[in-house]
């Protein structure tokens, strides 16, 4: 069974740090995408970033380009985002999922069917 636990969140200010954590488990390693969502109150839930499991590949929201950076240890079965300079507006409950496919869908949350319990990220200004 897939098991995701995210970790990491908090509070910060804007133009800080925050380093989230996912734990994974038991995921496929072909054909199968990692990635980070987010949702904020009254918004859809949204594609933050995502990564295959056994390529080097990365995909990125527009809003966050240059400043969250995904990254995958499978040794360890660890997906962290990085994200730096942060705006109010990446306040928001972060997930980590697992099992989507292709690539060139990353972003649909409709394709991922494991998901983390999430953990909020807060920014202010």
């Known amino acids: 069974a897939v098991e995701l636990v995210e970790s990491g969140g908090g509070s910060v200010q804007a133009g800080g740090s925050l380093r989230l954590s996912c734990s994974a488990q038991?995921?496929?390693?072909?054909?199968?995408?990692l990635a980070w969502f987010r949702q904020a109150p009254g918004s859809e839930r949204e594609g933050v970033a995502a990564?295959?499991?056994?390529?080097?590949?990365?995909y990125y929201a527009d809003s966050v380009k240059g400043r969250f950076t995904i990254s995958l240890d499978n040794s360890e079965g660890m997906l962290y985002l990085q994200m730096n300079s942060l705006k109010p507006e990446d306040t928001a409950m972060y997930y980590c999922?697992?099992?989507?496919?292709?690539?060139?869908?990353?972003?649909?949350?409709?394709?991922?069917?494991?998901w983390g319990q999430g953990t909020q990220v807060t920014v202010s200004s």
């Open positions: 990564t295959p499991v056994t390529e080097h590949d990365t």
């Open positions: 038991g995921y496929n390693y072909k054909n199968t995408l």
């Open positions: 999922a697992a099992h989507g496919w292709p690539p060139s869908m990353w972003s649909s949350p409709r394709l991922y069917p494991h």
